[in-house]
């Protein structure tokens, strides 16, 4: 499931061409936070750096494990000057919890700076709610690109 489209923190940016932020040899998780989050590009969180530990609302409930679930074969690459950013799809099995953002966050990173999230109940304000059921995070195009 994706609702929103993946947007980039504006402090993530330059940290994707420093290097500080690498999308062909870092580790990435997803990260699920409740409406309670505020969320924009312009997020900085209290660091003002957009950190991992700036996430203030993160979802608690069965099925979910504080800190994430790590991206799986992920990809980056492409052609004539467009790059895709994928990976397989992320599930949280027997989930009962209601989740509003999907947050990304680069685990290599010594800060675990967040690169964005994807709103993932664009028509309501309290998120997608799974009641024990599978919780599974899938791309039909890729989590991002980029041209």
């Excluded at 580790?27 to 530990?53: I, K, P």
């Excluded at 010594?110 to 995070?137: M, P």
Aim: proline fraction near 2%.
């Amino acid at each position: 499931m994706a609702a929103g489209i993946f947007t980039f923190l504006n402090v993530a940016k330059p940290k994707t061409g420093n290097g500080v932020i690498d999308f062909d040899t870092h580790t990435f998780r997803w990260v699920l936070t409740t409406n309670a989050q505020a969320l924009s590009a312009a997020f900085v969180g209290a660091s003002t750096d957009g950190r991992y530990a700036d996430l203030t609302a993160e979802v608690v409930g069965a099925g979910y494990t504080a800190h994430g679930e790590a991206l799986t074969s992920v990809t980056y690459g492409g052609t004539s000057g467009t790059v895709t950013f994928d990976a397989d799809p992320t599930t949280w099995v027997a989930a009962t919890f209601t989740a509003k953002y999907a947050v990304l966050i680069d685990d290599t990173d010594a800060n675990e700076s967040i690169v964005g999230f994807v709103d993932l109940e664009t028509t309501s304000g309290t998120g997608r709610t799974s009641a024990g059921g599978d919780f599974t995070l899938q791309w039909p195009t890729g989590i991002f690109t980029q041209a």
